[in-house]
């Protein structure tokens, strides 16, 4: 049986929520799929808050007490990094510079999950990205 789990970038995630055009229609219909597990890292939450008290992101939701409650009421389910993909995403050739995109690919490899993501630096860790 093919593996119908997938993680979803920062920005994917963004896009989903903001239900923006720049999603590709095929990624919207992915995440929206109850027969697919839509993984987010805790990860891209820290990015979010990280961005919005920065200015660089005006997002109502990047400062609620209850953003992963209320991910997971949406169906989302949350990974929570640990050791093992810190580490990991720690000693990864630095094809890409941004720690979160590193830690998700790490948290992809360990797991073996595809990303969904429009990034394609992400293509040079050998994970499988889907845009």
Known sequence: MKNKDHL???NVLLFFLEDSPRL????AQMIE???????????SLWEIAI?????????DYANRDDLPDLLQSMGFHLIKPDWQSMRKAAYLPFHHRDPFDRLL???CQIR???IL???AQLDAYGISRVW
């Open 8 to 10: 979803l970038d920062t």
């Open 51 to 59: 961005k919005a008290s920065l200015g660089k992101l005006q997002v």
């Open 105 to 107: 690919v790490a948290e």
């Open 24 to 27: 590709p229609d095929q990624l």
């Open 112 to 114: 073996n999950y595809p």
């Open 33 to 43: 799929n109850p027969a697919t597990r839509s993984y987010i890292s805790l990860a």
């Open 117 to 119: 993501s429009c990034d």
